[in-house]
């Protein structure tokens, strides 16, 4: 990455910050705003009447559009071979969602090559750019091998530095009936070799796929070996998932469309963000998260697009914003803020999510006068302009 040029985004209309101290409200909003970007990161926020004289090389001039920070993708499986097209047809006509369908895309990545792996995830790399993501997570978890895992996560830090093991994603075919043996190979040979190559260690724990005593030891091997605890947990129905995720002070759970008073209660009083993926319930048919039981607890909640070729083929973060208001009961700024902060702080990231000086030069513009359009237009491609660390994408 070069040092990008000094550049002034001008005449923005409505500037979300995500910096109450900067702005009104939560988003710390702004009217008549400009940002200052330099080597990599923002300079000045501010409004744009109190530019500072000869702070930049050019100007851009937003012509009165919306500017907001790069939304962050805290939930994402990009590597992976074939589609499953057959299946969400089936789905649609009534077949109920049940988590063996990822091994058809086990038996399909691991025989694509490492080219093809790599071609795949940086095409949705860049459609999700397109979309407005300036950051984003990626999963291992449909190789199930040491090789392939291993080789899994090389492609993703291709596309970017969140990579997680997602080795405990469900039972391979060679351990069938004997998902114990199964997990003792991922602590005792996966871990050790994925280690160094990952961030995070995630297990589906769900009904289906691995228990509680499973997920636990699976979760305890990748914290001793250095990660950090991510959970694929309450998707198809209540569980220990996120009391779980709680106990060991994952930076997030995610799904969490059953959840108890129980479950909300250690949330709220922990530090684990709920990541809530509606375009994998628009997509399996299942019922979505209560948003507003988590919002009103205090939890800190994050919108993901959960790109995977089974149960979310989408990597587009406005279409989450939107179902999140209309069916999640989000108002369009806590939607905003938790597709935004929200999956910065899913990711333990100060450096993402919001507009201050200091943070990461990401930042898109909207074809709109605010950001409220992002749920009142859905299915409209409004993102305008793009900058990644101070690039123009």
């Given at each position: 990455m070069g040092i990008s040029p000094?550049?002034?985004i001008d005449n923005i209309g409505t500037l979300v910050t995500n910096d109450p101290e900067a702005g009104a409200g939560r988003l710390g909003l702004i009217r008549d705003a400009a940002v200052v970007l330099g080597d990599g990161i923002i300079q000045w926020v501010g409004a744009r009447a109190h530019i500072p004289q000869g702070s930049a090389d050019a100007t851009v001039d937003l012509g009165g559009r919306a500017a907001l920070p790069g939304f962050v993708d805290s939930h994402a499986h990009l590597v992976f071979g074939g589609e499953r097209a057959e299946e969400f047809a089936a789905r649609m006509a009534g077949t109920a969602y049940a988590a063996g369908g990822i091994r058809t895309t086990v038996e399909a990545t691991r025989r694509a090559t490492d080219a093809e792996l790599s071609a795949n995830a940086a095409r949705l790399v860049a459609e999700s750019v397109r979309s407005g993501t300036t950051t984003i997570e990626c999963k291992s978890g449909y190789g199930q091998?040491?090789?392939?895992?291993l080789r899994s996560l090389e492609v993703a830090a291709e596309v970017t530095p969140e990579t997680t093991l997602l080795a405990a994603h469900l039972t391979p075919p060679e351990f069938a009936g004997d998902t114990d043996a199964y997990v003792r190979m991922v602590c005792a040979e996966m871990v050790p070799a994925c280690a160094p190559n990952a961030r995070w260690i995630d297990v589906f724990?769900?009904?289906?796929a691995f228990d509680e005593h499973q997920s636990r030891a699976v979760l305890e091997a990748g914290i001793a070996a250095g990660l950090t605890a991510r959970v694929h947990g309450n998707q198809l129905g209540p569980g220990p998932g996120v009391r779980l995720a709680a106990e060991?002070?994952?930076?997030?759970?995610?799904?969490?469309n059953f959840v108890t008073g129980e479950d909300v209660e250690a949330l709220a009083s922990g530090e684990t963000v709920a990541t809530l993926l509606p375009c994998a319930d628009f997509s399996t048919r299942n019922r979505y998260p209560d948003a507003r039981a988590l919002l009103d607890a205090g939890v800190t909640v994050a919108l993901a697009a959960d790109c995977n070729p089974g149960t979310s083929?989408?990597?587009?973060?406005?279409?989450?914003?939107?179902?999140?208001?209309r069916e999640m009961h989000?108002?369009?700024?806590?939607a905003v803020w938790a597709a935004t902060a929200g999956g910065a702080a899913a990711l333990r990231r100060s450096d993402i999510g919001h507009i201050r000086i200091g943070a990461r030069a990401d930042l898109i513009a909207l074809d709109a006068p605010s950001h409220l359009h992002l749920a009142y237009r859905p299915g409209v491609p409004l993102v305008h302009e793009v900058w990644k660390d101070g690039n123009r994408q």
């Open positions: 000094w550049v002034v091998s040491v090789v392939d895992e724990c769900e009904t289906g060991l002070g994952a930076a997030s759970v995610d799904h969490v083929y989408t990597t587009s973060i406005p279409l989450c914003i939107a179902l999140a208001v989000m108002s369009p700024d806590e």
